[in-house]
């Protein structure tokens, strides 16, 4: 039985869990274009969004495309490649714990955030991962991905995404 190669990809997950660098790897390794949807929604990164429909016909002519990678947290950009995506990998962390060590990690390498964005990214991904405040009520990334389930990848570490990309379209 023959594998199934993916040229259609999605990569979604949790803030500091790795997207960008999966994309990264999986684009070098498999020399398909990855995206990310921060592209698609600011104009000026973190400070000035683009237009709602001008950041969807964009990202659309992607998902158009024969093969794409696409990465982000921004469900609105990324619901509409999700029936065409070929695969769907969910990077998630075990802890909210880990999570916020891998933001700080960041933060500092980076020099991301100052102290003041980074307790608001910090919160943010709380409130998020629990449903509390601004995001109560709102669909989260796995109930948007349910319909879906049997192209998902779920991931939970970095060495289950480094061995994943080890072995990927072998």
Not at 55 to 76: A, M, P, Y
Not at 89 to 94: D, H, T, V
Not at 97 to 125: A, Y
Not at 143 to 167: A, H, M, Q, R, T
């Amino acid at each position: 039985m023959r594998k199934q190669i993916y040229k259609k990809i999605i990569i979604i997950g949790d803030s500091g869990r790795g997207k960008t660098s999966l994309a990264r790897e999986l684009s070098k390794k498999i020399g398909i274009q990855y995206y990310q949807t921060d592209d698609f929604f600011w104009k000026i990164k973190y400070s000035e969004a683009n237009p709602r429909e001008e950041s969807l016909e964009k990202i659309k002519q992607v998902f158009l495309k024969d093969e794409w990678i696409v990465e982000g947290t921004t469900l609105w950009l990324l619901e509409h490649g999700l029936e065409k995506a070929d695969i769907i990998i969910f990077l998630r962390f075990k802890t909210l714990l880990s999570q916020w060590w891998c933001i700080i990690r960041r933060t500092i390498k980076e020099k991301r955030e100052n102290p003041k964005e980074l307790f608001g990214l910090m919160k943010h991904v709380t409130y998020k991962r629990y449903g509390w405040g601004y995001k109560k009520g709102k669909i989260t990334l796995r109930e948007l991905i349910e319909p879906y389930k049997e192209k998902v990848v779920e991931l939970k570490s970095f060495k289950e995404s480094d061995n994943f990309v080890e072995g990927f379209n072998e």
